[in-house]
C-alpha cells in the first residue's frame, strides 16, 4: 500500500509537473507574438518607435526580457508565491483573486452534479440491467444522453424553461436585484439560478453511468462466481448485490478518467448560463485576449482535476480492499 | 472468402449496426453534396429581414443577421465528419503506435510509455486545448482536428498496450520471431490483424470523441476562425441571444445533428460488438 501511494503521488507530481511546464511553454513557443499582437490590438498610432517603446515595456513587465531558463525558474517561483500575473480584462485585479472568486461557483455546481450523476446512474443501470423492458427504454435514453453535447442541452433547458415557460432564469448565479448574504430570499434565489446548468450536467453524465453500470452488470452475472453462488441456491437479489459490488470499482477509475471531460462540459454549460464560474470567466478572457487569466484558468482546472483524482485514489484504497493487501488492485 | 460472406451476413442482420449506418450516412450525404446544391455562402447576409423563421425559400430559416441556417448547417456537417476523420485517425493512429510498442517490448520502455500515458490521461485535455488555440491567431479545421486528435490518444494506447500484451505471447507470435520476423512485421501481420475488430471499434470512439471535443472547443469561443462550424453556429446562436428572440431554428439543428451523429456511431459500436463478438449475438 505504501508503495502503491508513493508511486501514485510520484505520477500526480510528474503530471504537475509536465501541466505548469505545457502552461509556460505554450505562450513562448506558439508561431506569433502576444505581446505584438496585443499593441497591434491596443494601438491606434503607428509611430514605430513608441511601439518600440511599449513592446520594451511590456517585456520587462511581463518578465519576458531575461534567458528562457530564468524565466521558468521565475514562473515557478510566483506560483509558488500564488502569483498568476494581473488580468488585463479587470484591470488591475491579480488574477488569482479573479479566479477565487469564481472557483466557489464551480464547486457548488460541479461537486454535487458529478457525485449525484453518478450515483444514479450507477443506481440506475444496475436496475434496469437484465429486465428486459426497462433495457430497452434505458439503453437508447442512455446513448442519446451520452451523445449529448453539453451546450446543447443546456441551450434546450434554458429555452425551454427559461423562455418559453419563463419558470427559471437563465443567466447569473443569483438575481441581480440582490447582493449577497444569508437571507432566505437570496439562498431562494442562489437554488433557482442553480437548477438548470446542474440539471443539464446531470442529465448527460447521468447517460454515461447508467450504460457503463448496465454493462458491466451484464458482465459480471455472467461470471463464474455469479452462477456458483445461482447453483448453491442464492437468491438473485444477493448475487446481484455481489456483482454490484464488483462492477463498481471499475466505475470509480471511470470516474477518475472522465474528471476532464466533465469539466469542459461544465465550463460550456455556464457559458450558455452565464454562470459566474471559471467557464464564464475563460469565455471572456478568450473574447478580451487575457492570456494571464487564460493561462490561470488553465492552472486552477488542473489543480482541481488532480485533487478530485487524488480522493478517488484514496476512496479506491478504501473500497477495494485488495489494493490494501498491498495485492495489485486494478487501478495500481 | 467464407469470412467475408460471414461478417456481412451477421452485420446486416443486425438492427442496431443497419440503422445507424443509415442515419450516419444520411448526414455524410449531407454534408457532401448540400454546399455542392445549396451554394449559398453560409455567412452571406442574403435575408434583408433579418431573422426569420423556416420557409419555402431558407429551408432552415435565417440568423439574426439574415445567413442563411441550412448552408451554415451543410457546411458545419462537412466540418463535423473532416473533424471525426482527421482528429478520430490522429488519435487511434498515435494510440496504436504507442500501445503497440509499450505492449509488445515491454520492460523498461513500457514502463516509461505507460507512465507517460497514465499521466496525459490524468491532464484534461479540454484544457490543453483551450490554451494551444487561445494562442493560435488564425485556425483552420484542419489545425483544429490536429490538435484535438494529438490530445486523445491516451485512453486508446492504454487498451490496445492491454490487448498487445495479451497477445504477444501467444505461439503464433512466437513463431513468427523464430522465423527471424522483423518487429513492427510482427506487429503489423500478426498481432494487429487479430485485434482488427478492437482497433475498428477504438476508431469510432475516437471519431465520435472528435466531434463532440470540436463542439466544445467552438462554442467556448476557439473554433475555426475561417470557416462555419456547428459549434460555431451554436456559439453564435447563444451570443446574438437566439434564446432571447426565440430563434430556436438556429440553436436546434446543430445540436440535434451532432447528437445523433454520435449516438448513432456509439450505437453502431454497440452493433458491431455484437457482429465480431459471437457470444453478444441475439440469437
Known amino acids: 500500500m505504501k508503495q502503491y501511494f508513493s508511486r501514485k503521488i510520484l505520477i500526480y507530481l510528474l503530471t504537475f509537473f509536465l501541466a505548469v511546464t505545457i502552461d509556460w511553454m505554450i505562450p513562448r513557443f506558439m508561431p506569433g507574438d502576444p505581446i505584438l499582437n496585443m499593441l497591434t490590438r491596443v494601438s491606434v498610432s503607428s509611430n514605430a518607435t513608441a511601439i518600440e517603446h511599449m513592446y520594451q515595456y511590456y517585456s520587462h513587465l511581463f518578465g519576458l526580457d531575461v534567458p528562457l531558463w530564468q524565466q521558468y525558474l521565475n514562473f515557478w517561483g510566483s506560483l509558488f508565491k500564488g502569483d498568476l500575473g494581473l488580468s488585463s480584462y479587470i484591470f488591475p485585479t491579480p488574477v488569482s483573486k479573479v479566479l477565487l472568486r469564481a472557483v466557489p461557483y464551480d464547486i457548488f455546481l460541479l461537486v454535487p452534479a458529478i457525485l449525484l450523476a453518478w450515483y444514479a446512474g450507477n443506481k440506475f443501470g444496475a436496475f434496469a440491467a437484465r429486465s428486459k423492458w426497462l433495457d430497452n427504454t434505458v439503453s437508447p435514453v442512455g446513448y442519446v444522453l451520452t451523445a449529448t453535447p453539453y451546450m446543447w442541452l443546456g441551450i434546450l433547458l434554458a429555452y425551454f424553461f427559461g423562455i418559453v415557460l419563463g419558470i427559471f432564469p437563465i443567466a447569473g448565479a443569483y438575481s441581480f ?12 434565489s442562489v437554488l433557482h439560478h442553480w437548477f438548470l446548468p446542474f440539471v443539464s450536467l446531470f442529465l448527460v453524465e447521468f447517460g454515461g453511468w447508467a450504460i457503463g453500470m448496465r454493462n458491466m452488470i451484464i458482465y459480471e452475472l455472467e461470471a463464474d462466481y455469479s452462477h456458483y453462488l445461482g447453483a448453491l441456491g442464492a437468491p438473485k437479489k444477493l448475487i446481484r448485490k455481489y456483482a454490484f459490488r464488483n462492477a463498481i470499482l471499475p466505475q470509480i477509475t471511470g470516474l477518475a478518467l472522465k474528471l476532464g471531460v466533465v469539466v469542459a462540459g461544465a465550463l460550456v454549460t455556464e457559458v450558455v448560463f452565464s454562470y459566474p464560474g471559471i467557464g464564464y470567466l475563460l469565455l471572456a478572457a478568450i473574447q478580451n485576449q487575457d492570456y494571464f487569466l487564460i493561462q490561470g484558468c488553465f492552472l486552477f482546472i488542473i489543480i482541481g482535476v488532480l485533487l478530485a483524482n487524488f480522493i478517488i485514489d484514496i476512496v479506491y484504497i478504501i473500497v477495494d480492499p485488495r489494493t490494501r493487501r498491498g495485492m495489485a488492485g486494478e487501478a495500481a | 472468402m467464407k469470412n467475408k460472406n460471414e461478417f456481412l451476413y451477421f452485420s446486416l442482420r443486425n438492427r442496431k449496426l443497419v440503422a445507424s449506418l443509415i442515419i450516419i450516412l444520411f448526414f455524410l450525404i449531407l454534408g457532401i453534396i448540400g454546399p455542392t446544391i445549396d451554394q449559398t455562402d453560409p455567412f452571406e447576409y442574403i435575408n434583408p429581414l433579418g431573422s426569420s423563421p423556416p420557409s419555402k425559400e431558407y429551408w432552415f430559416g435565417t440568423t439574426f443577421f439574415g445567413q442563411d441556417v441550412f448552408a451554415q448547417f451543410v457546411s458545419g456537417l462537412r466540418a463535423a465528419f473532416l473533424v471525426g476523420t482527421i482528429g478520430g485517425g490522429i488519435g487511434t493512429l498515435i494510440g496504436m503506435l504507442i500501445g503497440f510498442t509499450a505492449g509488445y517490448r515491454g520492460g523498461i520502455i513500457d514502463e516509461i510509455l505507460s507512465s507517460f500515458t497514465n499521466i496525459v490521461l490524468v491532464i484534461p485535455t479540454m484544457a490543453v486545448l483551450l490554451i494551444i488555440a487561445a494562442y493560435l491567431d488564425v485556425r483552420s479545421i484542419t489545425t483544429e482536428s490536429i490538435l484535438i486528435g494529438i490530445t486523445a490518444w491516451p485512453w486508446t494506447a492504454r487498451a490496445i498496450r492491454a490487448q498487445t500484451f495479451s497477445l504477444r505471447t501467444r505461439e503464433f507470435v512466437d513463431l513468427a520471431k523464430l522465423s527471424g520476423m522483423k518487429a513492427y512485421k510482427i506487429i503489423f501481420s500478426e498481432i494487429a490483424p487479430n485485434m482488427m475488430s478492437y482497433l475498428v471499434l477504438a476508431f469510432i470512439l475516437q471519431f465520435g470523441g ?23 453556429m451554436m456559439q453564435y446562436s447563444v451570443l446574438w441571444g437566439a434564446l432571447q428572440f426565440g430563434i430556436w431554428w438556429w440553436f436546434i439543428p446543430p445540436g440535434l445533428a451532432i447528437t445523433t451523429i454520435v449516438g448513432a456511431l456509439y450505437i453502431m459500436n454497440v452493433g458491431l460488438d455484437e457482429v465480431f463478438n459471437p457470444k453478444l449475438r441475439e440469437m
Request: aromatic share 6%.
Open chain 1, 177 to 188: 436585484s440582490l447582493t449577497p448574504n444569508l437571507s432566505l430570499k437570496f439562498i431562494v
Open chain 2, 210 to 232: 472528435a466531434i463532440l471535443n470540436a463542439a466544445t472547443l467552438d462554442f467556448i469561443g476557439l473554433g475555426p476562425t475561417n470557416s462555419i462550424s456547428l459549434g460555431l
